[in-house]
């Protein structure tokens, strides 16, 4: 019995030292406490290398839980993990209210500017209205082109372009199979949409697809590639409804810029889409409309004028208007009180922009930084009529070919 | 010598044939062991578990990532519960195969059962104090039992829940049952059946004059083997609290989300596995209080095992008893394998 109970304290000491070594901590872990919730969370631990999304998003004051959800004190990869919103996404359409909504983040009034969840989600970028419409039209699902479904059911109340809400588009309900096919083959890269399959294609939805330009940078400074992951991929074959992936390689810009043509001036393929393309033009306005056409509004005029009319501008007078806002999201000219900018026919600025003393413009591209000078058109030799500002109408003298 | 305090528990000498391993397989000695476990860990973890709806969940974490000893003492908890669960099983069928049950001791039969009880219900209410995502459907469903009975079920489960949606108001209620409510019964109650063992006579043996040997044992010797049956459930609560952590699931959110696998905690799975079959109040209300009123009329209904009997393994006449708490151990075994081979 002695030699039993040796041997049974024996083995307890040996598994109580055991264990003792076993739990003893294994690297100090480390704590964020977010200024905006003041709870501790222990992210940084495992992820210390992940880089600051953006300066808007400053990691001492919204750490990685008020967006990405999660089990903010655990240890375990797998318990910590375990409620992350979207995985690697968590600004999908489908969780974007709880990852950036909240009244004084992204889903606000529209009064102080903060409605940008409810624009992207009316906008045609999520619904996709005007080209479920023209498939359905085409293949007599439909007698007119008349905006009747989006990938999701969105609805508006305050809306001004006439359309209060879209139903969601069921393919599986359609009769004619090319409308199925579009269907199945044709929504993955919508913003709202359920997108394709694989980590090439994880972060197409939502904010991410368009603001996601790095790794984990969130930026507003959007350079034409990012616009091409979506808009310059390939094309679809309509004959099967099928996606046809791009195939070639471009070395020259002009090769890589997207086009639907194949002539085009030079300030489209130097500039960046988002030079000349508004925010209410890409993300929308908050309304719902019925196709692309509604929203985008931008033409040669709008930064060169007619033979007969400059350009609209407007001089900053108000240390609260927009253009310093987004000149200060995006800090690539310094924009200052007294400074003249052009501004497009519904008023929106082109902060990036400014009139000179001479008469002439400049522009620096957003993400590009690079500086563009340019002038109006009036006192020209120019043929421009005021009534032809489509971008054919300018290729007819200016164009390059590809 | 004059006693000590430990070998004064116990009385001089027992009979030696009832004293060893074999006979007992250690299970109430054991229970009251890992007893003493649950309240030292119970009471290390209180200093830092919160019993608020919001911080409980996170409370839990903290104690398993951030306090020092934290998840060793919270799987120690664990696995003694766990462990407790097992030695009153084998304890109550210990007592029930080798005749223990009969004649003066039957009300001690019955404060065993008592206990059995409560143990389960300490287990369960200890489980859904973790507040996560994975307790809220046993929670539901559980205290959904206590209103399917009529009459006093609603009142049942205001008393057990708090009154409301379970998922946010019962938090406070279980803790408190699980810290005092059952608790203080399970002291009154194995103190009792403690005092009860030596009030009649220590571990059940036949009379003297019916004993094939005159071998005793003396206390000293009995704490001996205490002492080694301590030192080597300590070895192995140690061990699976150091590789098998207990359980954690994400913290519980308000709406509650119920994940796919909506499971009971593994002692009730017998109960969930009946009640995919039909009616709760009869499946899951009376029906296992029917197999515990069976279990609590062995020692009055069934015919009374022979004097030499008493102690010994299976004798034939606790034949009935014998098949009866087979018959339901196996039925409530059948059905955990059932449910957990069918999700």
């Known amino acids: 019995m002695r030699i039993a109970l040796t041997l049974a304290a024996g083995l307890l000491l040996l598994s109580l030292a055991f264990t003792w070594w076993q739990q003893l901590p294994r690297g100090e872990p480390v704590e964020l406490t977010p200024t905006l919730r003041g709870q501790p969370e222990y992210c940084l631990t495992c992820h210390g290398d992940v880089p600051q999304i953006s300066a808007a998003h400053a990691l001492a004051t919204f750490g990685c839980v008020s967006c990405h959800g999660g089990e903010r004190l655990a240890l375990d990869a797998d318990v910590a993990h375990s409620s992350m919103r979207g995985g690697a996404n968590p600004s999908d359409l489908a969780l974007v209210e709880d990852s950036c909504g909240g009244g004084d983040c992204h889903s606000g009034s529209e009064a102080d500017d903060r409605h940008h969840i409810q624009r992207v989600l009316t906008s045609v970028q999520s619904t996709y209205a005007g080209a479920i419409a023209s498939m359905r039209y085409s293949f007599g699902a439909q007698p007119d082109l008349e905006a009747r479904y989006g990938i999701a059911a969105v609805s508006d109340e305050e809306t001004s372009t006439g359309i209060h809400s879209l139903a969601a588009f069921e393919p599986w309900n359609e009769s004619h199979p090319l409308v199925q096919e579009f269907g199945e083959n044709c929504l993955t890269c919508h913003l709202n949409a359920t997108p394709r399959e694989g980590e090439a294609f994880a972060r197409s939805t939502g904010c991410a697809s368009c603001h996601l330009t790095g790794e984990h940078t969130f930026s507003t400074a959007i350079p034409y590639a990012q616009c091409n992951a979506c808009h310059n991929r390939g094309n679809y074959d309509l004959r099967t409804m099928t996606f046809v992936e791009r195939g070639d390689e471009a070395v020259k810009r002009v090769d890589d810029y997207y086009q639907p043509i194949a002539q085009f001036t030079r300030c489209e393929y130097t500039l960046d889409c988002i030079d000349c393309h508004t925010r209410a033009e890409v993300m929308g306005d908050g309304d719902l409309h019925a196709d692309k056409q509604s929203i985008q509004y931008i033409q040669c005029k709008t930064c060169h004028g007619t033979l007969t009319e400059l350009p609209h501008t407007r001089t900053l007078t108000d240390p609260d208007d927009l253009a310093f806002k987004l000149a200060f999201l995006n800090p690539v000219v310094e924009l200052q009180l007294g400074d003249t900018i052009l501004v497009t026919g519904s008023d929106e600025p082109l902060w990036n922009t400014r009139v000179l003393p001479d008469g002439t413009y400049e522009m620096t591209g957003k993400a590009s930084k690079q500086v563009f000078a340019f002038r109006p058109v009036m006192g020209t030799a120019c043929e421009q009529k005021p009534d032809e500002q489509q971008s054919q109408y300018c290729h007819e003298c200016h164009a390059v070919e590809r | 010598m004059r006693p000590g305090f430990f070998e004064h528990l116990h009385p001089p000498t027992i009979a030696a044939a009832q004293a060893r391993w074999s006979h007992t397989l250690g299970a109430g000695g054991s229970a009251i062991f890992l007893m003493l476990v649950l309240a030292l860990t119970g009471m290390l973890e209180m200093f830092y578990y919160v019993p608020n709806p919001e911080q409980a969940a996170l409370s839990v974490q903290r104690i398993a990532y951030h306090v020092p000893f934290g998840a060793l003492t919270r799987n120690l908890h664990y696995w003694a519960a766990q462990l407790l669960l097992v030695v009153a099983v084998v304890h109550l069928l210990r007592v029930v195969f080798t005749a223990a049950y009969s004649g003066k001791r039957r009300f001690n039969y019955l404060l065993g059962l008592g ?81 009860r063992v030596r009030r009649d006579g220590g571990i059940a043996a036949p009379p003297p004059a019916l004993r094939e040997s005159k071998k005793r044992i003396s206390r000293r010797e009995l704490l001996r083997r205490e002492a080694l049956a301590v030192l080597m459930l300590s070895a192995l609560l140690i061990l699976l609290a150091a590789f098998l952590p207990a359980p954690l699931a994400p913290a519980m959110t308000d709406p509650p989300t119920i994940g796919e696998e909506a499971r009971a905690p593994w002692f009730f799975l017998w109960v969930q596995q009946m009640l995919r079959w039909g009616d709760p109040f009869i499946l899951g209300v009376l029906i296992p209080l029917a197999l515990l009123a069976v279990l609590a009329l062995i020692p009055y209904v069934f015919p009374k095992p022979a004097d030499g009997d008493i102690g010994r393994w299976l004798p034939r006449s606790g034949r009935a008893a014998q098949v009866v708490v087979t018959l339901i151990f196996l039925g409530v075994l059948t059905l955990t394998l059932l449910t957990l081979t069918s999700a």
Request: hydrophobic share 55%; proline share 2%.
């Open chain 2, 115 to 195: 206990l059995f009880v409560l143990v389960i219900l300490l287990d369960f209410t200890g489980y859904i104090l973790r507040w996560d995502a994975d307790v809220c459907w046993p929670l539901v469903t559980g205290t959904n039992l206590l209103k399917a009975i009529p009459w006093i079920g609603d009142s049942l489960y205001r008393i057990a829940g708090g009154g409301g949606e379970a998922c946010s108001t019962a938090l406070v209620r279980f803790y408190t049952w699980h810290i005092f409510g059952l608790s203080i019964f399970v002291i009154i109650l194995g103190v009792w059946h403690a005092f």
